[in-house]
């Protein structure tokens, strides 16, 4: 059985706090930022698996991607995040941007297991 889980920190609870404040925004623009961004890292991380990218999607999965193709599909997934929050929330690109830095891993973290399955079943 794989084990696995991407880097979440200590102190998100409190990132995300001071992010609400810094950025001015709501309980409930943070929870859409939330959703936006999930279903941003599944769609995209799905798509990788089907272009047999699956050792790159294991290695950001780790929260390590030490590879060449692990590092550019991490800053591919950062990047698309961004642009959805910018385009789907009107959201400044400096807040879009650590809106992604700050539930990215988290997110990681919470899908790994689906992930995971995807890839077991296309192998």
Known sequence: MI??????PKNADEKLRSLLQWGKLRQEQLAEAFLITKDTVLGFLRRQIEHGNWRAVLEVLKGKPMT???RYLLSELRSKAVRK????????P?????LVIVLLPIILA??????ISWIRNRH
Request: proline letters at 0%; zero cysteines; hydrophobic letters at 50%.
């Open 3 to 8: 084990h696995m889980s991407a880097y979440i």
């Open 68 to 70: 060449r193709a692990g």
């Open 85 to 92: 929050l910018i385009m789907r929330m009107g959201l400044r």
């Open 94 to 98: 400096i807040i879009a941007t650590t």
């Open 110 to 115: 919470k899908v790994t297991g689906e992930v």
